[in-house]
């Protein structure tokens, strides 16, 4: 088990053939086993070689967005073990866009299943020095491949009847898949669903109690008792007493806030104050995505 870059966030990476590697990943990360693994490979002929079926839509979003932050979800064959999938018949797949990682799967001759390296329910690392100060020497080694330049998981997708259902929202905006598949369903976060498991409600957590408002300034001032810090999408709040703004994006690029998304976090979570003020993102592009992650560094 090593700590490898790609251009979503920063993944603990085993062989998926090797359980002790496996387990291993669990077991340091405090993952419930419950929760899948993403597989990661370095060619559309890979996925192939461990899924049974290729729906034309899945086929369209590989071709379009591979390498990139897309996974599928498809019918996996025998060769993948059940604790990479949960005991499911599927798995989740994708081609990482990182130089780094991609040169190492092309060497490797096996996948390499890697979920976010970030203890359970922690802040995703987008950076190589946020995984080895979460796990020290639990993880022998991490792959410095630079800042991750997407900064958000994946956009999860899984297919019913060959149609397209987006599980879990992410550094591939709606808009942007729509564009190839025409509209896509968005699975309903409050539906309990076993095609979407692991999609916990709380994650991605800061210790510092964290609240995303509408209004900031309306917010900061009911509460000028607390220490708090703002996480502004553009403005720089002049004038609001409060401990530190940090800005995403003075030019309201969606793209550069969701890369820039949980560096800030880590930032605003090592500040030791009372509260972080998340201010809400329009529900466009990949502020969809962006607005998942602060309700759930939320609850
Ligand atoms: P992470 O690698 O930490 O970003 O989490 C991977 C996510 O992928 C998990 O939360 C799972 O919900 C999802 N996932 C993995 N495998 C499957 C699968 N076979 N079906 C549906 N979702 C999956
Ligand atoms: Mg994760």
């Known amino acids: ?49 461990i899924t049974i079926e290729f729906p034309e839509k899945a086929r369209k979003l590989a071709d379009h967005f591979w390498p990139g932050a897309i996974t599928l979800v498809l019918k996996k064959n025998e060769v993948i ?9 599927t798995v989740a797949v994708r081609i990482p866009n990182h130089p780094v990682t991609l040169d190492l799967l092309r060497i490797l001759p096996f996948p390499l299943a890697a979920p976010s390296a970030n203890p359970f329910n922690r802040i ?13 020497d639990d993880v022998p080694m991490v792959l410095d491949g630079g800042p991750c330049n997407r900064g ?22 709606l ?9 896509v369903q968005v699975m309903n976060k409050k539906e309990k669903t076993p095609d979407a498991p692991g999609m916990l409600k709380k994650h991605y957590s ?4 964290t609240i995303v408002v509408d209004n900031v300034r309306q917010y900061v001032q009911q509460h000028q008792e607390l220490q708090i810090a703002v996480l502004s999408f553009s403005d720089a709040y002049k004038s609001l007493k409060v401990k530190h703004v940090e800005i995403l994006s003075k030019e309201r690029d969606f793209k550069k806030a969701a890369a820039g ?5 880590h930032k605003l979570d090592d ?19 962006i607005n998942d992650r602060l309700n759930r560094a939320s609850q």
């Open 81 to 89: 073990p059940d604790l990479i999938t949960a005991g499911k018949d």
């Open 261 to 265: 998304l949980y560096q800030a976090l």
């Open 1 to 49: 088990m090593v700590a490898i870059p790609t251009e979503t966030v920063y993944g603990l990476a085993g062989n998926i053939y090797n359980e002790g590697a496996i387990k291993r990943i669990f077991e340091v990360k405090k993952r419930p086993l419950f929760n899948p693994l993403i597989v990661h490979v370095h060619s559309i002929e890979q996925v192939e070689s």
């Open 175 to 183: 808009e942007n898949i729509e564009q190839v598949v025409g509209k």
């Open 206 to 209: 800061p210790r510092t109690k």
């Open 124 to 136: 995703s690392p987008t950076q190589a020095q946020h995984v080895a100060s979460y796990f020290e």
């Open 152 to 173: 958000l998981e994946s956009t999860i997708i899984g297919f019913k009847k060959d149609e397209p259902i987006v599980y879990r929202l992410g550094a591939i905006s």
């Open 271 to 289: 500040l030791k104050i009372d509260l972080i003020v998340a201010e809400r993102f329009p529900m466009e592009d990949l502020g969809r995505a």
